[in-house]
């Protein structure tokens, strides 16, 4: 897999075709801010090409699901996947931060980064 990698002070973010994969730092809280800078990255990498976004969740770290509401008004990010390992984890995912969300269909969870890239692929 061919990426860009960038680093940024919450976490690092690489380009994989046309999908964002961010892997946040242990600990951090991820807020809007944060989030704001994340919709910027794929703005300007993928200008008005639509493009998805794949939360790689190998560390410990707190959402502030508001920052779903944000992502659902950018009109080229058409799906978002979460990643992880942790049942806990993919289970908040599921029933809570999707919820925040715009369109249920466009936001999964996943076990493996493959499936979540395959499923991207198919959604956009």
């Given amino acids: 897999m061919t990426t860009e990698k ?3 002070e919450f976490g690092q973010v690489r380009i994989f075709q046309n999908i964002l994969i961010a892997e ?3 600990g951090v809280l991820f807020t809007s801010e944060n989030n704001r800078e994340l919709l910027a990255i794929g703005k300007e990498v993928f200008q008005d090409g639509t493009y998805g976004y794949i939360s790689f969740r190998k560390n410990s770290y707190a959402v502030d699901p508001m ?3 944000e992502s659902a008004r950018a009109e080229n990010l058409k799906a978002i996947a979460v990643v992880s390992e942790n049942e806990l984890i993919r289970l908040n995912a599921h ?4 919820q925040f969300y715009k369109a249920p269909n466009s936001f999964e969870v996943f076990d ?3 499936q979540a890239i ?3 692929k198919y959604k956009i």
């Fill in 95 to 98: 029933k809570v931060e999707r």
């Fill in 6 to 8: 960038m680093e940024l």
């Fill in 112 to 114: 493996n980064l493959e």
């Fill in 67 to 69: 920052v779903y509401r």
């Fill in 24 to 26: 946040l730092n242990e």
């Fill in 118 to 120: 395959n499923w991207i």
